[in-house]
């Protein structure tokens, strides 16, 4: 008797074994699943929407403007909060920006350093995402002192 009661509670329990939740298991996603113990690859980060190929002009303090060009945002591969800004005008360097968690339509271009070439300078800035339209307004400072402010305003293609 002992031993069919001992089967039968077994296969009651056995029965009885939760599945695992699945989601999206990563903090840093928007659609992070507090309950998810299980990831199922389903996690969209913040810096998603700006990923692609933008096609723009830019303008500044001394010239109206420069014929179109083109360039990418990528994410980085070290850090969530972070694009790439691939082939960036002027210099066609790769810039980085931050994210705003503050304000999700915004991102930050650090103080960084580009070489164009011609000179070296240091870059800093904002942008804001818009549908399916950037606007990065960037502070360029030359060796000898000088600051160039320009606007990039992009559409993505």
Known sequence: MNLVFFVLSMLFFSACKKEKVKGCNDSTAINFNVEAEENDGTCNYLRDK??????????????????????????????????????????GASLYANLDFSDSDQIILPNQTIENGLDVSEVSGIGRLSSDSISITYYRTIESGSVDTSIVRAKRM
């Open 50 to 91: 700006y990923l692609g190929q933008f096609e723009g002009i830019k303008t500044c303090q001394i010239y109206a403007s420069e014929p179109e060009f083109s360039f990418s945002i990528s994410p980085s591969a070290e850090n969530s909060g972070r694009l790439i800004i691939n082939e960036f005008p002027e210099s």
